[in-house]
């Protein structure tokens, strides 16, 4: 298998991490979905990764807590997610580091643009924790914000459905799934492949995003090799 792409941006869910439990970690789920990650690493294409924080907190399901603080305790959460990750990949012998946007000297580097892509010219994955370092934005749109600012040529979202739908298939049998679309039909359609601040983002800075399910983990090799899984979207069609 060649590799398509030469450097990635993987957006994996904090749910992806929980495996069965539905809530927190399940280390053996985390190994599995790192496997492939080695794979693609092997083959020299150069990784970072943004880890979401829902297993753990949703800071807009929070209720009356303030907004800023919530989303703070998500940043939180997120680097957790990403101190998994990172250890379940050095488990695998591959070279990583986190960074954080929000400085936590003792236990990640802080996130330093230039650093990171040193990091990935040097073929260590970088994992991205805390999201923008903000309040009021997604870890979507801390992937794309990422992605535009390592030069990465794809966001590869790992998510718990194979693709992009026009409405909900689990509520609805008769959903048809999507192989590509442009970002106006994402955005103009409201369909729910990342917050419009993301799809926004990416489409200003031409970043095709690939929407598949990380149920099969192998599905990020395969993603990364160019095989027709999930949802491309993308600027032109």
């Known amino acids: 298998?060649?590799?398509?792409?030469?450097?990635?941006?993987?957006?994996?869910?904090?749910?992806?991490?929980?495996g069965g439990q539905q809530h927190g970690i399940d280390f053996d789920t985390v190994l599995k979905i790192c496997q492939p990650?080695?794979?693609?690493?092997?083959?020299g294409v150069e990784i970072g990764i943004v880890v979401g924080g829902g297993n753990f907190w949703r800071?807009?399901?929070?209720g009356k807590m303030d907004?800023?603080?919530?989303?703070?305790?998500?940043m939180l959460a997120t680097t957790i997610n990403a101190l998994g990750v990172a250890d379940a990949l050095e488990q695998l012998g591959v070279p990583v580091r986190v960074q954080t946007a929000i400085a936590m000297q003792q236990i990640a580097e802080p996130y330093i643009r230039n650093r990171a892509v040193r990091h990935l010219e040097k073929g260590r994955v970088v994992v991205f924790g805390c999201g923008t370092g903000n309040p009021f934005f997604s870890t979507d749109t801390a992937a794309a914000l990422r992605a535009a600012e390592i030069d990465a040529d794809v966001i590869l979202?790992?998510?718990?459905?194979?693709?992009?739908?026009?409405c909900d298939p689990k509520k609805n049998a008769n959903a048809v799934k999507f192989d590509s679309l442009s970002f106006m039909d994402v955005l103009n359609k409201n369909l729910q492949v990342m917050d419009s601040t993301a799809a926004t983002l990416c489409r200003d800075n031409n970043i095709p995003i690939l929407v598949f399910n990380i149920d099969h983990p192998e599905n990020i090799l395969k993603a990364v090799c160019g095989e027709p899984i999930g949802t491309i979207v993308k600027e032109e069609l």
């Not at 590799?3 to 994996?12: D, E, G, M, S, T």
């Not at 800071?59 to 929070?62: A, E, I």
């Open 37 to 43: 990650i080695k794979a693609c690493s092997d083959m």
């Open 59 to 62: 800071g807009r399901s929070s």
């Open 1 to 18: 298998m060649q590799p398509k792409y030469k450097r990635i941006l993987l957006k994996l869910s904090g749910e992806s991490l929980a």
């Open 157 to 166: 979202k790992a998510t718990m459905v194979d693709g992009v739908y026009d």
């Open 67 to 74: 907004r800023t603080r919530a989303d703070h305790m998500g």
